[in-house]
Nanobody, 125 residues
Framework: QVQLVESGGGLVQAGGSLRLSCAASGRTFTNYAMGWFRQAPGKEREFVGAIRWSDGNTYYADSVQGRFTISGYSAKNTVYLQMNSLKPEDTAVYYC??????????????????WGQGTQVTVSS
């Protein structure tokens, strides 16, 4: 059974940093992409970033480019989201996701089959 578990969320002041972690288990993720998505209250879930394990390529939403960094260890099935220069508009529940189609279409939620429960990130002004 595939399981994705996020951790590292919390409350931080604007301008601060947080690092989210996602530990995946239950299958081999070698040809997968791991994505991060977020959903703010009253808004649709949106793409944040992704990493393709096959070549380590990373992809980011324009809103977080230059502030957020995705990294990870495919051998450990662990992916991180380092978030710097946080803004109040980054407040959301952040979800980790895994999917083979994510390697081709990393920005689409439809490319991901497995999702974590989410972790809350709150940025105060």
């Amino acid at each position: 059974q595939v399981q994705l578990v996020e951790s590292g969320g919390g409350l931080v002041q604007a301008g601060g940093s947080l690092r989210l972690s996602c530990a995946a288990s239950g299958r081999t993720f070698t040809n997968y992409a791991m994505g991060w998505f977020r959903q703010a209250p009253g808004k649709e879930r949106e793409f944040v970033g992704a990493i393709r394990w096959s070549d380590g390529n990373t992809y980011y939403a324009d809103s977080v480019q230059g502030r957020f960094t995705i990294s990870g260890y495919s051998a450990k099935n662990t992916v991180y989201l380092q978030m710097n220069s946080l803004k109040p508009e980054d407040t959301a529940v952040y979800y980790c996701a895994a999917g083979i189609r994510g390697s081709y279409y990393p920005r689409s939620q439809l490319s991901y089959d497995d999702w974590g429960q989410g972790t809350q990130v709150t940025v105060s002004s």
